[in-house]
């Protein structure tokens, strides 16, 4: 039971560039999650799946893109990277919604643009 | 916007002290509130939850929630240095998202 997994862990990409996030859960859960963190901002939601076949817009989903592939894997794409991009990029994963159900991280995609 | 607000720290407590972690929440229909710890470059993980008003013990950590006063805090009894890291606070209402404070930077001295 690996939990959330997550590739490349390291990336650097040049401003304009594109790239896709991968991330996939193994637990079963249904909703999943793609947050950025930044230092001093905390944890920022950028888009997230309550269910298979669904999407919706967190906080900050400004040139992102995401696909929820299938029940276990929700990738994050940049079509058009920029330096204000460089972050670290959490997925995690939930069973359900509302006040009974924890949320569980993947290790983080290290991303710098230059 | 539901805002959760954390003191950034750091908190700096001397090995075997109690160190206090608080929260306020904005959102009254708040329902659940989750305290994470992360160490630094690692992901955050879940350490502990709590739903009702009152305190929740879980081993050296107990949860205190009082949704009057929209707060929310977290002891952690005989500090060691090992739990030297960020403490972030997360609440959730009744939908998918949890919305996370900035976290509470906690410095153990042996």
């Known amino acids: 039971n690996a939990g959330v997994t997550q590739t490349p862990k390291f990336q650097v990409l040049k401003t304009g560039q594109s790239m896709t996030l991968q991330c996939a859960q193994d637990?079963?859960?249904?909703?999943m999650y793609w947050y950025r963190q930044d230092p001093g901002m905390g944890l920022r939601l950028i888009y997230y799946?309550?269910?298979?076949?669904?999407?919706d817009k967190g906080e900050v989903p400004n040139g992102y893109n995401v696909s929820r592939l299938n029940k276990r894997e929700f990738s994050l794409r940049l079509e058009s990277a920029a330096p204000s991009q460089t972050s670290v990029y959490f997925c995690?994963?939930?069973?359900?919604?509302?006040?009974?159900?924890?949320?569980?991280f993947g290790p983080g995609t290290r991303l710098t643009v230059t | 916007q539901k805002e959760v607000e954390q003191n950034s720290g750091p908190l700096s407590v001397p090995e075997g002290a109690i160190a206090s972690l608080n929260c306020t929440y904005s959102?009254?229909?708040?329902?659940?509130f989750f305290w994470y710890r992360q160490y630094s470059g690692k992901s955050p993980e879940l350490i502990m939850f709590?739903?009702?008003?009152g305190d929740k013990e879980d081993g050296r950590f107990t949860a205190q929630l009082n949704k009057a006063s929209q707060y929310v805090s977290l002891l952690i009894r005989d500090s060691q240095p090992s739990d030297s890291a960020t403490y972030l606070c997360?609440?959730?209402?009744?939908?998918?998202?949890?919305?996370f404070g900035k976290g509470t930077s906690l410095l153990v001295t042996p």
């Open positions: 997360a609440v959730s209402d009744s939908g998918y998202a949890l919305n």
């Open positions: 709590i739903y009702s008003n």
């Open positions: 995690a994963s939930r069973s359900g919604q509302g006040a009974s159900y924890e949320q569980y």
């Open positions: 799946s309550a269910s298979e076949g669904t999407t």
């Open positions: 959102d009254r229909g708040s329902q659940s």
């Open positions: 637990m079963n859960h249904n909703s």
